[in-house]
Every structure is written in C-alpha cells, then in structure tokens.
C-alpha cells in the first residue's frame, strides 16, 4: 500500500511540475481543488439563483420553462443553464481529484481526520443535488432518473407504499413531486455550505477562494464552453414511453447503469461499504500519530507566535495557570496536533544563541526536541571539510535526503522545515558551523502542513516573526522547493550553491563573547 | 517567450478541462433499453387474506384477558402472502408468492417487476390469488395486447375497480 501511494504521489507531482510550469506554483489549479471546489459551488448558486426566476414547477411548465430560458433567452438564461451544469460538472471533478490527492499525499490521518471525516457527507449531499438537478428539467433523462432512484429507494423495503409507483405512467404522475424537487435541489446545497464551513473549520487561515488569475481562467473557459456547446434538455419525458437511447451526464450519473444490471439492495451495500470505508481510512493501519508538541511554562511568555503560524489551530493562548508575570501561556490540543514543529520554529525561545544551562524553548516536539536539532546540526556539521560546506534543512516529505550527504554537505531532516527556527541559519553560518544553509521539503504549493513553505519563506524574506537576521548574508541561503520527483534537480542546485559559496568572500564573523570569558573569533558553545 | 509559453500551456489545459466537461456531460449515450424492445411493468400493492379467520372468544377465554382487553373477536393480524403470476402467449412469464409488508406480516403486499420484451402482438394473462384458498385464483384478466417500440405497458390490480388494470 505505501509503495502503491508513493508511485501516485509521484505521478501527481510529475502532473503538478508539468502545471507548474504552464501556471506557476501560485495559479496551479492541482494546488487549489478545495478553492475551486468552492468557486463551481458559487457560480452553481449565482446561476441557479437566475434560473429559479424562470423557472415554473409543474408536469407540463418545468419543461417549457426551462426551454424558454435555452432558447428564447439564450443569451442570458441559456448561458447561466450551462454555467449551471458545467460547474456542477466541474465540481465533481475537483471534488474527486481533492479526496484522492489528499489521501495519495497522507494528509488525512491523525489529527486531521475531522476534515477528512467531514468531507464524506459532501460527496452524498453534492451527487443529491446535482441528481435533483436534473430530475427538475423532466425531460427523458430526468425520466429515467426518477423511475430509477425511486426504484432503487424502494429496495431498502422502509417506505410503506412504492415510490416509483407515482411514475407509473402520465396519469398517476403527480405536479407535487417537482414542488418537493425544488425544494431539496434549494435545502440540499444550502444544507452542503454548512457541512462545506464546518468541513474547514480545523484550518488556520483556510482558502475558501482561488487565486484570482486561476478563477478568471476557470471561469472564462465554463463561459467559452456554455457558448460552444449550450446545454440543452432532451425529448420531453412521457412516462407512457421508456427512455431507450439517453444522453447520461456521466459526471453524475455513472452509477445509474448499473442500477439496471445490479439488484438495489447490493447497491446500496456497495454504496454503504463504500462511505464506510473512507468514513474509516483515517483509522486503519498503519498508524503514524506522533506525539504532539509540548509547551514548557518556565520558557513561554504567551508571546502567541506559535498560536499564529499553527496550520490546524492547535495552539491557543489561554490565562497563565503559574504564578509568571505574563497573562497567557501556549496551550496545545493534543487532538488537533500533528506534530509538524511548525510552532517551534516560530518560537523566539528556540534559538541556539541562549545562554542557559540547557536548550529548552517554550514550545517544543516530543519526537524532535530543539536542544537535538541542534545537538544534530553539531554532530553534523562538525567533520565538514573545504570552503563551500553546507548544511542541508530538509522535510521527511520532499526528496530523500540520505544520497547527499558528503565530506562537505551535512543532511538534517525535519518533520517540517518550518520548524526550522531561522536562527539555526544565523547560528550555523555566523559561527563557522558551515558556509552556507540550504533548506529543501514539499514541491512550491504543495505543503504537506499546508504553511510550512510560506512561513518559512516569509521568515528568511523579514516578513513574519521570527525574522533571520539581516547580518546573514542571503547569498548563503538557498531554497529549493522540490517534491519527491527531482531529487536529481536537488543535488544540482547544492553543488551549483556550494560553486556560489567557494566564489564568496570569507564571512566577516563576529566577535563571540562568552559570558566570564575573553572574546574569541571562532567556535564557542552554541548555549553556553 | 517564457510567458508565451505559459500562455500557450494555460490554454491547453483549459481546453483539455472544457473538452473533458463538455463531453462526458452527455456523452457516450447509454442504452437503457433496446429500441426494439417494449416494457410490461407490474405494479401494484394489495393486502392479502388474514391467515386466520376471525373467532369468537369463549367466556373463559374472555376471564383470562385483562378488562380493558376484552374484546369479544379475536382477528390474527398476520396476512397471506399474494400469489401472482403472468402468462405470455401461453407462457409463464412470472410467477412468484409476495409476502405481507410489516414485522407482523399484517401490511399490504407489493408487487414491483419490469419485463422487456420484443416489440409485438402477445395474449397476456394476469392472474392473482388473495383469499386463503389452495388452489385456482381469485382474480384472472387476459387482453391481447400489440405493444410498440418502448411502449410501457403498466398491469395494475385494485380490487376496487374489478381486479387487474391494463394501461
């Protein structure tokens, strides 16, 4: 199973260069499904909103209302038609790529089951509303998915009469049926934005919108579509005739086909296993909760960075529980973190520079404590040889790291490379632990903690606390944001770093003065 | 130049979307049933016999209940299954027993069954047994019927109106 996920993952990523390099990271639209998820469900809202105007509920009205909106109306209520079914088109399409893009990059166990968990419902609650959708233009596709979906309800045996009984031909065919249609093609979406709100609830500065560029191209391109190819109904229904030759939407109705070859029963079973089982992903084996971060009262002045770079709000700050002179304290949910560091690399008290007796910051991670990190860049770094050394931040979801390692390139792996606090760069390069630093992780948009990528880079460009400092020249730091796929890619930006890094200048260090101690020009103890 | 590009790449995977979106929105189209053929839907929904006939308590049958139970017939709720069947041009096109609806088996039994056959003319025969009888039926209707391409021809019982109902 893991190596079947790494071989998707790995597709994906060859699908997301090939994007990148059409869109930039910023527009690729593989990077922004959720968003444009959300942009198809506006624009089916905006669209269906127009057409409720015109449209008239009734056996005979649905139908010629919704041609005089086509073809009478073309230019505006024929287009908003297509745009209608076009989006809800696109949405399922986004929708799917979404689930299977999260589960192929594991981005839906541990503490991030509840977006999982709440994105199931969607995929019911978004094929009833397309399936009601289409039932309301009562043409004979709406025929054959009404005869059909009420067949298939009345297998589960639960309803007293047969409801396929009300399509048994024109005469028992009741105009009511479209008043409730119209009403669960309204409550349904209304119902889905609440689940689709509570869905990202447990996302810090979650995107409900795409980029701008992507959103005009997406829309423009619906618009092109609705205009080359409108959407139409087909031949009126006439329950006194079986639809024979029928033009499916297959976006939403693949399943229907084999309605008529399966027994209902077995289709709701597989229906049922089917949500069951990805209700249940998140829990099945193998299990990879590790241990949330940890806050340490005696170090945390409730300075709230930490609550601020926290992807899945996991950090709060609450009332100080201990007699230090602060008001709030660092409080993590356990349930909600997922021990990505993300917190620690925020917290000013992670730095390598402190003059106490032990490395402990504020906020730390059980798994990877600071005072190891930085007993590891030591170890690290400390047999480097030649005049272009460096040291090598990488995340555990970016390349393998392991083939770099050299006499003078040292590897560090992180959870995340955001947690990074940026000053170990100050550190490594100011006291000669290495000429330069070089951090790599997840491809440019595609962060496996959604924001370790922008803090970072924010970070090193003084744009979010904690800055690196100015005194480091940036020409010693370089980023790669490389995904899995270009490892290759990886080892040439190093070796073109370190050809930059042997052309430097020698870096003007300053004096280190050790407390009780005379100033000395090199080494010293990162923390005594 | 690189911009162009881009602009180039953009398009394309624009289009490769709207192609994708256009076409399976509608397309391939699927054939739910053969245009030669025609539909016999039966369907209908019709309680059965009680499976006892109702009896009159006893005195010491009546002592034995408590007061506000006392009702002087005793009538078992359970119900008969129905049994149908449909012959076409002299064979058996369906036959099958339907049990009562509910967890006393007391409710109605329901018939919901689609037959497509060859467009064409046809003696059909409807017949259904709802009493406790053992043998023959107590309903029996037969029609020549000449059945177009994707006709749907509905069989409806309602006891009401005579028996079986052909529309």
Redesign the interface.
């Known amino acids: 199973m893991t190596g079947l996920r790494t071989v998707a993952r790995a597709a994906f990523e060859g699908v997301d260069n090939v994007f990148n390099s059409a869109f930039t990271p910023a527009l690729n639209p593989l990077y922004h499904l959720g968003t444009l998820g959300w942009f198809f469900y506006w624009i089916t809202i905006v669209s269906g909103i127009y057409l409720y105007i015109f449209f008239d509920t009734g056996i005979n009205q649905a139908y010629e209302s919704l041609e005089y909106i086509t073809n009478v109306q073309w230019y505006a209520g024929g287009v908003m038609r297509s745009l209608h079914r076009y989006a809800s088109d696109a949405l399922i399409i986004v929708m799917m790529l979404h689930l299977t893009r999260e589960f192929v990059m594991d981005r839906y166990r541990g503490a991030r089951w509840f977006t999982w968990f709440t994105g199931v419902p969607l995929l019911w609650l978004v094929f009833a509303c397309g399936i009601s959708g289409y039932w309301m233009v009562w043409d004979v596709l709406a025929q054959y998915i009404a005869i059909a979906s009420t067949e298939w309800l009345d297998s589960l045996g639960i309803f007293g009469q047969s409801i396929a009984r009300n399509f048994l031909n024109n005469d028992t065919l009741s105009g009511r049926f479209f008043t409730l249609m119209v009403f669960i093609h309204i409550a349904v979406p209304l119902f889905m934005l609440l689940v689709m709100w509570i869905h990202i609830q447990r996302q810090r500065n979650a995107r409900v919108n795409p980029p701008v560029g992507l959103a005009l191209g997406t829309l423009g391109m619906l618009l092109a579509l609705s205009l080359a190819r409108p959407a139409v109904s087909q031949a009126p229904a006439n329950l006194d005739r079986v639809p024979s030759v029928i033009d499916l939407d297959w976006f939403y109705l693949v399943a229907y086909p084999l309605l008529d070859r399966i027994p209902g029963l077995a289709m709701w079973a597989i229906a049922g296993a089917g949500t069951l089982l990805l209700v249940m992903l998140p829990w099945l084996p193998p299990g990879r909760r590790r241990a949330p971060a940890s806050v340490d009262l005696d170090n945390c002045n409730g300075c709230g960075r930490c609550v601020d770079d926290c992807p899945f709000s996991a950090v709060s700050l609450e009332p100080r529980t201990d007699a230090a002179a602060f008001s709030h304290e660092a409080v993590v949910s356990d349930d909600l973190c997922t021990s990505c560091g993300i917190c620690v690399g925020a917290c000013p008290t992670a730095t390598p520079f402190r003059r106490t007796s032990e490395l402990v910051p504020g906020i730390d991670l059980p798994g990877l404590r600071i005072r190891e990190l930085l007993e590891n860049t030591l170890s690290a770094t400390g047999n480097l040889t030649g005049n272009a050394r460096v040291a090598v931040y990488g995340c555990g979801h970016g390349p393998g790291l392991d083939h770099l390692r050299g006499p003078d390139v040292a590897v560090l792996e992180l959870p995340c490379v955001a947690m990074l606090p940026p000053a170990f760069i100050d550190f490594v390069i100011s006291r000669d632990h290495a000429d330069g630093v070089f951090l790599t992780g997840c491809s440019d948009g595609n962060c496996h903690y959604r924001l370790g990528i922008d803090w970072t880079g924010q970070r090193l460009a003084g744009e979010r606390d904690p800055y690196l400092r100015k005194r480091i020249p940036r020409e010693r730091v370089a980023v790669l944001w490389a995904g899995i796929n270009r490892g290759t890619r990886l080892q040439q930006e190093i070796h073109a770093f370190q050809d930059r890094l042997g052309a430097l200048p020698p870096f003007k260090r300053r004096p280190y003065r050790s407390p009780g101690r005379q100033p000395e020009e090199e080494g010293g103890g990162p923390h005594d | 130049m690189i911009k162009m590009?881009?602009f180039i790449?953009?398009f394309?995977?624009?289009?490769l979307?709207?192609l994708?979106?256009?076409y399976?929105?509608?397309?391939p189209?699927?054939?739910?049933?053969?245009?030669d053929k025609?539909?016999i839907?039966l369907?209908f929904?019709h309680a059965g016999a009680h499976r006892q006939e109702c009896r009159m308590l006893t005195q010491e049958d009546l002592e034995r209940l408590p007061p506000n139970m006392r009702r002087p017939m005793d009538c078992p709720r359970e119900r008969r299954p129905l049994l149908v069947e449909l012959e076409l041009d002299g064979e058996i096109l369906y036959r099958d027993e339907l049990p009562p609806?509910g967890l006393a088996s007391d409710?109605a039994s329901?018939a919901?069954r689609k037959f497509a056959v060859a467009a064409g003319s046809y003696r059909l025969v409807a017949r259904l047994r709802d009493s406790r009888r053992e043998d023959g039926f107590d309903y029996e209707k037969a029609t020549e019927i000449m059945l177009s391409?994707?006709?749907?021809f509905?069989i409806?019982f309602r006891p009401e109106l005579g028996g079986f109902l052909f529309?």
């Open positions: 590009t881009r790449g953009q394309v995977a624009y289009a979307f709207a994708v979106v256009g399976f929105a509608t397309q189209s699927y054939t739910h049933l053969d245009p025609a539909l839907k369907s929904s609806s409710g329901t919901y391409p994707q006709q749907n509905v409806d529309l």
